[in-house]
């Protein structure tokens, strides 16, 4: 980009950060870290408009690119939006249940504790509650929460997670780290 700078001034940069930098969590991340944001800030200090995937990341990173526009531009979903009535595919699924909490994408391990917590507290409420889950760690999740009454949709297609999403009344994100658009799963 600097060359760019050079050989074109009146060449216009965009910049898009998609992600910031890892977490100082050990020695090897805390040195990562270092590089990663200084490449960051001379990055966004190339550009003349600077975009973010995550909306709080202009507040906190406007700061750091003084007279340069910050502007938050959302990832669009890569789900296709299949418009129809879910009442057909609910019937196919012999899914009666009148509560549907949804789980979809890779599930991690240490995230489990959450979706059990999750279903047990709405289990208080609701005894008639069914988790619909679409992605490919079902039997890890019927083995790790073997009284969850599950439905097992596996790995489908783009336009199958479309029709599915539907029959979510309830959707569970467990992203102890928050969700954005560029989570595909959210």
Do not use: C
């Not at 100082?24 to 990055?43: H, I, P």
């Not at 057909?88 to 489990?112: Q, Y």
């Not at 029709?163 to 954005?180: A, E, K, Q, Y």
Request: aromatic share 10%; charged share 20%; net charge negative.
């Amino acid at each position: 980009l600097k060359r760019i700078r050079r050989a074109a001034p009146e060449t216009r940069i965009a910049w898009i950060a998609h992600e910031d930098f890892v977490p100082a969590t050990s020695l090897k991340f805390a040195l990562m870290r270092l590089w990663q944001r200084w490449q960051f800030q001379a990055l966004g200090g190339l550009a003349d408009q600077i975009f973010f995937s995550i909306a709080p990341w202009v507040d906190t990173y406007s700061p750091w690119f003084d007279g340069t526009p910050v502007h938050h531009l959302p990832i669009g979903s890569n789900m296709p939006y299949v418009d129809e009535d879910s009442s057909e595919l609910r019937s196919i699924l012999g899914l009666d249940a009148p509560f549907v909490v949804g789980l979809f994408g890779t599930l991690r391990a240490r995230l489990l504790d959450n979706v059990a917590a999750a279903l047990t507290a709405l289990q208080r409420h609701a005894t008639d509650v069914v988790l619909l889950y679409i992605g490919p760690d079902g039997p890890v999740l019927r083995e790790t929460l073997p009284d969850l009454p599950l439905l097992d949709a596996g790995r489908l297609p783009a336009d199958a997670v479309s029709r599915h999403l539907p029959l979510m009344d309830l959707h569970l994100t467990p992203f102890i780290d928050g969700v954005s658009t560029r989570r595909g799963s959210f």
